[in-house]
């Protein structure tokens, strides 16, 4: 369904299966410049195309099994999964398409958000919340949070800041903090486990 966003007419929908380069372009855009991308993928020249394929990755897993939110020019995104979805398989072979020489590195980085995630049940997990660099700043992100806030009833929304300002972003929203931050050495990165809803069961990850 289709809806607008009465203060700036902006109009938030589902994504369509058929959108899914595009829908991963806009996020591999939006987080370029994270530190996390710099140390996941070294080489610059490699790094936007690895970032495409592991974001359709992502999306297709959220598509088929939760729901993929995006304004209607796709400048911002949000992907969520039920707590009972199944969780994506990555193997070593899928990994090593899609990262190339990094897949290990990707493999420890899922393993320790892994660690992170609560068990299966009733919430919701943000996946993802992205907007084009060109589109930051002008409230797309809060419309697509607020969206999803006014309807999630009693399900908490788990999810992990992978910046600082990310941190303060979702806590502005509402969410706490949710156990110790995933601290990824070598990367001078640390991601921040959150939670929405008061009641939490806090979770510990070291990678």
Do not use: K
């Amino acid at each position: 369904m289709t809806e607008p966003d009465r203060r700036t007419a902006v109009r938030i929908r589902e994504a369509r299966a058929s959108e899914g380069d595009a829908v991963a372009g806009l996020v591999a855009a939006a987080f370029a410049d994270l530190p996390l991308h710099h140390w996941l993928v070294p080489d610059p020249d490699g790094r936007a195309s690895v970032f495409h394929r592991w974001f359709r990755l992502i999306l297709d897993h959220a598509l088929a099994h939760g729901s993929v939110e995006v304004t209607d020019d796709l400048s911002a995104a949000a992907a969520w999964l039920p707590g009972e979805a199944p969780p994506l398989l990555l193997s070593d072979t899928l990994l090593e398409w899609c990262c190339g020489p990094w897949w290990e590195r990707f493999r420890a980085f899922q393993q320790g958000l892994d660690r992170l995630s609560p068990p299966p049940g009733e919430h919701t997990r943000l996946e993802l919340l992205a907007v084009r660099p060109a589109r930051q700043g002008q409230g797309l992100g809060r419309m697509l949070m607020a969206r999803r806030l006014a309807t999630a009833h009693a399900r908490p929304i788990h999810l992990e800041a992978p910046t600082q300002a990310a941190h303060r972003f979702y806590l502005r929203h509402g969410f706490t903090d949710n156990g110790t931050p995933l601290t990824i050495p070598g990367s001078g990165t640390r991601l921040f486990p959150l939670v929405s809803a008061t009641a939490r069961a806090p979770l510990t990850a070291e990678l």
